[in-house]
């Protein structure tokens, strides 16, 4: 089967147990919309980088949408810097497509932030041709850029603000 773009991942291929028994495997493929007579039936590959099908399956996708790269930032925070980055990130994702873009994958407790200490909050941000810098990319590259005097305005606005 062929790879169409517009199939969402996970509506046309499943692998499943047959008779419950996990070493017998079947791979179920499902019609993700109706077909004419003739027409090429496709799946979708997933939420597949280039990179990941020329590896896994030996060959990659022309315009393929699920094409990005992925940065791992790690950010120190302290207690008082916490909120405004976690603020300063997506809404949760409804859809799998907006959570391949951002995930949360290290929030410091409140026992790491005691007593004045530091943690890194670590975040994967997902880069596309489309979105080379992620709006939550670059809100925590802006935080981050702010001197101590000017983040303490920014907290003074956002505690006036409501």
């Known amino acids: 089967f062929n790879h169409d773009p517009s199939v969402l991942p996970?509506?046309?291929?499943?692998?499943?147990?047959?008779?419950?028994?996990?070493?017998?495997?079947?791979l179920c493929i499902r019609a993700a919309?109706?077909?004419?007579?003739?027409?090429?039936?496709?799946?979708?590959?997933?939420?597949?980088t280039n990179g990941k099908l020329a590896v896994t399956s030996g060959f990659v996708c022309q315009d393929n949408t699920h094409n990005t790269?992925?940065?791992q930032v790690a950010v120190p925070?302290?207690?008082?810097?916490?909120?405004?980055?976690?603020?300063?990130?997506?809404e949760a994702p409804v859809t799998m497509e907006e959570q391949e873009k951002f995930e949360f994958l290290k929030v410091p407790s409140d026992d790491e932030l005691g007593d004045g200490?530091?943690?890194?909050?670590?975040?994967?941000?997902?880069?596309?041709?489309?979105?080379p810098v992620p709006?939550?990319?670059?809100?925590?590259?802006?935080?981050?850029?702010?001197?101590?005097?000017?983040?303490?305005?920014?907290v003074i606005k956002g505690t006036a603000g409501g």
């Open 77 to 90: 925070v302290n207690m008082e810097m916490l909120p405004m980055l976690m603020l300063a990130a997506p």
């Open 135 to 154: 709006p939550a990319l670059l809100s925590y590259i802006r935080i981050q850029a702010l001197t101590e005097s000017e983040f303490a305005d920014e």
């Open 10 to 26: 996970g509506t046309s291929v499943f692998v499943g147990e047959v008779n419950g028994n996990a070493d017998n495997r079947m």
């Open 33 to 48: 919309k109706d077909y004419k007579a003739g027409e090429q039936a496709c799946i979708s590959y997933g939420w597949n």
């Open 69 to 71: 790269v992925q940065l």
């Open 117 to 131: 200490a530091t943690s890194e909050l670590i975040t994967l941000h997902s880069m596309t041709l489309a979105e």
